[in-house]
């Protein structure tokens, strides 16, 4: 019942800046907070940024000051801003609901990002 489609992957070069959004769909009851995570390759996958129903953000430090994250209600999507791109950038990345009292998790399917040199 609960869906999540990401868009806005793609190849870009280092210093460069993407746009990520993610469409939710379906009914999410309570409090719940909306975020990227991202698997680089090889590694595990780890947290960007959350964003909670209230607009207020948290970042992941190897992001802050280059990546914006942002929900709009009404429309039930999420993005992220991805500016000054760098090589260690380069992952797939999900989009990501939690539920904060239930401690449910949703999640898209991945979109890869390639930061090239």
């Known amino acids: 019942q609960v869906q999540l489609v990401e868009s806005g992957g793609g190849l870009v070069q280092a210093g460069g800046s993407l746009r990520l959004s993610c469409a939710v769909s379906?009914?999410?009851?309570?409090?719940?907070?909306m975020g990227w995570y991202r698997q680089p390759p090889g590694k595990e996958r780890e947290l960007v940024a959350t964003?909670?129903?209230?607009?207020?953000?948290k970042y992941a430090d190897s992001v802050k000051g280059r990546f914006t994250i942002s929900r709009d209600n009404a429309k039930n999507t999420v993005n992220l801003q991805m500016n000054s791109l760098k090589v260690e950038d380069t992952a797939v990345y999900y989009c990501?609901?939690?539920?904060?009292?239930?401690?449910?998790?949703?999640w898209g399917q991945g979109t890869q990002i390639t930061v090239s040199s």
């Open positions: 964003v909670s129903g209230g607009g207020k953000p």
């Open positions: 990501n609901v939690r539920q904060v009292f239930s401690g449910d998790n949703y």
């Open positions: 379906g009914s999410i009851f309570g409090v719940n907070t």
